[in-house]
């Protein structure tokens, strides 16, 4: 039994039964449907009979040679069986395809909705323990896993009809295997409503068998490596975790959650026309210095007290076994005080230390089996100790004290004239101090945290506590939202540069708008020489032609999505590194929020840029590694006990914290307000100024190619000039080289040295009397040597 059977144990039965009470609908309707048209059809079906069984010839003939031979025939086994009666079969068959009572039509309809409706008593059963065990929609969740099932397969092409390479067996073996293990997925939709949580939610679940074979399980693979995406499409844009492998590694699972929408209540509504009847229309905070009344916050005081009261005596009765626990690990301890967060009982104890001290893991180990209780940390340091203990957040001993958002916000937001237009609430401590932050002294954030975790409201308890204290003049928001379900509420908002982006490309260019605000800005800043946003706005509130510069805030939902749906992601790592190393002084900053902080999403120059973070629970220590730069405390994020449990890291380091919880309702109430008050905003057509900003590069590369392209173009105007000039004097260079060739001599008597001399020859007697005067030139050649001759 999977722990989901264990969470829904109804469900499993219940949507057999379900789909048991499908199938025999299904097939009492065909049958009867082919019942009904041999009723139609009796008349003829009666002719045939009376024809072929009226005259009983072969009865007759039974009974005529059976007589003869004394009854010779009836001792043969089953012969009179072979030679029936059918004189009346005509008749039965006239009543048996007639619509009255005992006919073959009112047979069917009986059988068939007698079974039905047995089988619909025990799935009403079901449904109703199914609603006790905290169902909500039981029977709709059902009706649309059924439907997305069908669909899934639909997409991912594993149903019976789509066709593949009939003529390669092999394929086909492979194929259908695969095909048949996807078709075998179990869907199941359960919609809940937690303890402490005012709206339900809905929570889907896909679980994949994984097939032995390992040619099948890689098809199976290739199939559905897309599926995330797939499920997101095809549940209108519900979030789903990366796939994920059981621990006996026999399923692949993937797991996804949405708020369910209720409608609004008419208390609500009242509320909200009471409060747009009395706020101003004007762009000045108000006395209080909140940008809403503080009655559209709900009060949950009345429950934060009984779930106190509650936790305080969950806290007495662990105080005895904590002790003894402790003490069987062989320390001696003193109890200095005990106090209740949100989830947890804190117990401070002092010490003294001794060399047999327990490692802070083993005295957590030690007193979760003292409890029975998961989940239980410890902290040492000189002398003290700290020992966490969760609450139960489910059945009847759940406990789970509400953040009071109400009281915080009355308490330290408004009317606070010591707040930085940057400041915002980020969480309350366990002992009940709020952590309240200067997000600009960050001065970039990296939020994360996986499906449940309290990621999303996290994020709008930053947006809109800032938001709270600060008009549109202070205050602006860029949101991206790959998801395009996260922050709808915000369209339109007077604080929006433009309304939440949702397309990954826009998303990108956006980027680029923000590193050119910030360039231009740092040009206002140079121009009138000072160092920040806060000295440029004191400078502009003493000289009224100055324009006020905004804080501008650029937060990014979904991270990973936004990461993996780039091409280029290259240019959108680099506009974050600008605006990380450069952005702060001129009051531009960072909200990267993701549910997978994979290594290959917070790349390392991303990381470097975000120094401050806020970890809700995720999946593994490996990605509470990489998001924090885990530096082996006790506790890690994946540790956390989800529901807006969070550590926060600024610099080295660590606190823990409990976030605020507001729900879409008061979102919705305080954005409408806002609309209302504030005036319409007119947004930045931020597209149009980066390709502006990118044609004026493009203009400034293409002059600088003109003049190169000029410049060369008269350089070959001159080549071609000169050129006969240099042939020429290339020409005589050649010249002159080959007459300094000729003017060496080589000696070429040393290559002969070893030839014998030629023979001498009888020389004649010339008379030179006789002899023509010879030229002189001749006679030199007569004296030259060989290598003379020979020119070398």
């Not at 969070?646 to 008061?666: C, V």
């Amino acid at each position: 039994m999977t722990k989901r059977d264990v969470q829904y144990p109804y469900a499993q039965f219940s949507k057999r039964v379900y789909m048991s009470i499908r199938k025999v609908v299904l097939l009492t309707i065909v049958l009867a449907s082919i019942a009904f048209i041999f009723s139609l059809l009796s008349s003829a079906f009666i002719w045939i009979a009376d024809k072929l069984f009226k005259p009983n010839f072969m009865h007759d003939w039974y009974v005529r040679t059976n007589a003869k031979n004394d009854g010779a025939m009836d001792r043969i086994p089953f012969m009179k069986y072979l030679f029936p009666d059918t004189s009346d079969w005509s008749d039965n068959l006239a009543d048996w395809l007639s619509f009255k009572d005992g006919g073959l039509v009112s047979i069917v309809l009986m059988t068939g909705l007698t079974i039905a409706g047995i089988m619909l008593l025990i799935y009403v059963i079901t449904i109703i323990l199914r609603h006790h065990k905290g169902e909500m929609a039981p029977f709709l969740n059902d009706i649309e896993s059924v439907k997305l099932k069908k669909k899934i397969i639909r997409s991912i092409g594993a149903g019976i009809w789509d066709i593949y390479d009939e003529s390669d067996r092999k394929l086909k073996r492979v194929e259908h295997g695969a095909r048949y293990h996807l078709r075998k997925m179990k869907v199941d939709i359960h919609t809940t409503l937690d303890k402490g949580q005012p709206k339900p939610t809905k929570k889907y679940s896909v679980v994949i068998r994984k097939p032995r074979k390992i040619t099948v399980n890689k098809l199976v693979l290739h199939k559905i490596k897309d599926l995330q995406d797939i499920l997101t499409d095809l549940t209108d844009g519900v979030s789903f975790d990366q796939m994920k492998v059981t621990a006996n590694r026999r399923y692949y699972t993937y797991g996804g959650s949405v708020e369910k929408e209720l409608k609004e209540a008419r208390s609500v509504v009242r509320r909200r026309e009471r409060a747009k009847n009395k706020v101003e229309q004007a762009l000045e905070v108000p006395e209080n210095g909140l940008t809403f009344p503080i009655e559209m916050l709900n009060d949950v005081s009345d429950q934060v007290r009984d779930e106190k009261q509650k936790a305080e005596d969950f806290t007495e009765s662990v105080k005895h076994k904590v002790a003894l626990s402790l003490s069987n690990s062989n320390l001696q301890t003193e109890l200095i005080d005990t106090f209740v967060s949100s989830k947890t009982a804190v117990l401070k104890y002092s010490y003294s230390y001794t060399k047999n001290h327990p490692s802070d893991d083993r005295i957590a180990k030690s007193v979760s089996d003292e409890l029975k209780i998961e989940g239980v940390t410890c902290s040492s340091s000189a002398g003290s100790l700290e020992i966490t203990v969760p609450f139960s957040d489910k059945g009847i001993n759940a406990i789970q004290i509400p953040i009071d958002f109400k009281n915080i916000v009355e308490k330290h937001i408004a009317g606070n004239k010591k707040l930085k237009p940057t400041d915002t609430l980020i969480g309350v401590l366990p002992n009940g101090d709020s952590v309240i932050k200067s997000l600009a002294s960050a001065p970039h954030l990296l939020v994360v945290g996986t499906t449940g975790s309290g990621k999303s409201v996290g994020l709008n308890i930053l947006i809109m506590t800032m938001l709270a204290h600060n008009t549109p003049d202070n205050v602006q928001l860029i949101i991206i939202d790959p998801k395009k379900v996260e922050f709808p509420h915000y369209n339109d908002s007077p604080y929006m540069v433009t309304n939440p982006i949702t397309e990954v490309e826009d998303g990108a260019i956006a980027l680029e708008y923000a590193v050119i605000e910030m360039e231009n800005r740092y040009k206002l800043l140079e121009q009138y020489k000072v160092k920040n946003i806060e000295a440029y706005n004191k400078l502009a509130a003493k000289d009224s032609s100055l324009k006020k510069m905004k804080y501008l805030f650029i937060v990014i939902d979904e991270f990973s999505d936004f990461k993996d749906s780039l091409d280029d992601f290259k240019a959108v790592e680099k506009s974050i590194r600008r605006l990380g190393q450069k952005a702060r002084a001129c009051g531009i900053h960072l909200i990267l929020a993701t549910q997978s902080p994979r290594s290959e999403v917070i790349t390392g120059i991303i990381k470097a840029n975000l120094p401050m973070k806020i970890a809700f629970a995720v999946s593994s220590r490996l990605e509470s590694s990489i998001a924090l730069d885990d530096t082996g405390d006790s506790i890690s994020a994946d540790k956390l006990l989800g529901r807006g449990d969070m550590l926060i890291k600024i610099g080295s380091s660590f606190t823990r914290a409990q976030g605020a919880y507001l729900s879409d309702e008061e979102i919705i109430n305080i954005t409408t307000h806002w609309r209302e008050k504030f005036d319409k905003p007119v947004f930045v057509d931020y597209k149009s100024i980066v390709a502006r900003e990118s044609g004026d590069e493009m203009s400034s590369e293409k002059e600088e190619m003109y003049s190169a392209v000029t410049s060369l173009q008269q350089t070959r105007t001159d080549a071609k000039k000169t050129e006969p000039r240099m042939n020429a004097l290339e020409k005589a260079e050649e010249r002159k080289e080959a007459k300094k060739e000729r003017a060496y001599k080589v000696d070429m008597s040393k290559y002969f040295k070893d030839v014998p001399p030629p023979k001498k020859r009888a020389e004649k007697k010339v008379d030179t009397s006789q002899k023509t005067a010879v030229d002189s030139s001749k006679k030199d050649d007569n004296k030259k040597t060989a290598s003379d001759i020979l020119g070398i």
